[in-house]
């Protein structure tokens, strides 16, 4: 579903995809956007739009199968990368790879913990192994650190092979493609750790190893977490990478707090669409739920994020026996998630969130970074009446109503 109109005017097709159709030269470009807020869906709708241009598109959600979001370093993703398109591009030379895997044979052998013996790497034992060391690193600690120890150095070798590897590719692309893009999703959901010496793992990831995720020989795509895209190292990402486009949150209330009819009847659309398989041709709004005035409630208090519209949508039918849903299930929906909100505002940020609902607008820190990819605040976009972008923020709305909050305003 397209809720363009409602996140203020933000087109990926636009914003991501003429950049990639219209270059002469290979693009890496990074997305954002509030985790769950849609970036998942947005990415499909550029993969099939440029799928109908020729493009043959490697898309994959990178902590299913590949990373552990809660400690990542860029060989991860390298080696998630070559994972993936070993997978997708079958008909590939895989020699530079298996010769790669062959120059480092012993200490490969031993954290892949194969049995695939030299004279046997083909293409499927290149990406069994491939497959075997990322799946290592996202669920086994403690070799995840040797991994990494032994292959760190050779990030730059194993990068010049995948490039060899997407050169054949990119000569015999299936179906008749033209060009190549990979888009590696959910790197938005790695969390803003800091170091002892300043630094953080965001910076380490996107910044320091800029030239390597840049490197690939082919159209690049990451989600990023949107901390970064707020941090001090803004200008340095948009000399990197180019400006990121930020998905903001589907608008539920105006910057004065008024309904915002438009993005209400698009998260009804939603819950409609989710629905109406279970439901048949009920009425949304008088047989799924009791009345107007609940539905309107659900999706005022998601804040625009679809993802919580679905979470709660869902609690609320869970208390239902028999339609249609009512306001005393929706509420208990609504309060499960309010104290979920609760459980994450630390003691000190209750006065930061006072202040970004009563300015929306944010301070450049640390603390409002951290806040952001929370989802604590939020992120809002629309046209003025001249098309002007206009941009704000404001504090989850269920937390107005979590008695710690209503303290700090009185």
Request: hydrophobic share 35%.
């Amino acid at each position: 579903m397209n809720c363009r109109d409602v996140r203020g005017d933000d087109n990926i097709l636009t914003d991501l995809g003429k950049m990639i159709r219209l270059s002469e030269q290979m693009t890496c470009q990074l997305y954002t956007g509030h985790r769950g807020a849609g970036k998942s869906t947005e990415l499909l709708r550029l993969k099939q739009d440029l799928e109908s241009r020729g493009f043959f598109v490697v898309c994959f959600e990178a902590d299913q199968q590949d990373i552990d979001p809660e400690d990542v370093e860029y060989i991860d993703i390298l080696l998630a990368c070559t994972s993936r398109l070993l997978r997708e591009l079958r008909t590939a030379n895989a020699a530079p790879l298996k010769d790669w895997l062959s120059d480092r044979w012993e200490d490969v052998r031993e954290l892949a913990q194969t049995k695939i013996t030299l004279d046997k790497l083909d293409i499927e034992g290149s990406f069994a192994i491939f497959t075997k060391l990322t799946a290592s690193i996202k669920a086994e600690p403690t070799q995840r650190t040797k991994i990494r120890d032994k292959l760190n150095p050779h990030t730059i070798t194993l990068l010049t092979a995948l490039n060899q590897f997407i050169e054949s590719a990119k000569k015999n692309l299936p179906n008749g493609k033209t060009q190549l893009l990979v888009i590696v999703d959910n790197l938005d959901r790695i969390p803003l750790i800091f170091r002892d010496n300043g630094s953080n793992n965001h910076e380490e990831i996107f910044l320091h190893r800029h030239a390597q995720l840049k490197g690939l020989d082919c159209h690049m795509v990451y989600t990023v977490p949107i901390a970064f895209v707020y941090s001090k190292w803004a200008n340095d990402a948009n000399t990197d990478y180019g400006k990121t486009p930020i998905l903001p949150m589907v608008m539920v209330q105006t910057r004065d707090g008024q309904s915002h009819k438009p993005g209400i009847i698009k998260l009804k659309e939603t819950i409609c669409r989710r629905v109406e398989p279970h439901a048949g041709q009920r009425d949304l709004e008088t047989e799924i739920f009791d009345s107007p005035t609940t539905l309107e409630r659900l999706c005022a208090m998601s804040s625009g994020h679809m993802r919580e519209l679905i979470q709660m949508t869902q609690v609320a039918i869970n208390h239902t026996d028999a339609l249609p849903i009512s306001v005393r299930a929706v509420q208990r929906a609504v309060s499960e998630m309010r104290d979920v909100y609760r459980r994450t505002v630390e003691e000190l940020e209750w006065k930061i969130l006072l202040r970004v609902d009563q300015t929306k607008d944010i301070q450049q820190d640390n603390e409002h970074r951290s806040l952001l990819q929370r989802r604590c605040i939020l992120e809002y976009r629309e046209l003025d009446g001249e098309g002007e972008l206009q941009k704000w923020y404001d504090i989850h709305p269920l937390i107005r109503g979590i008695d710690r909050f209503k303290q700090e305003s009185r």
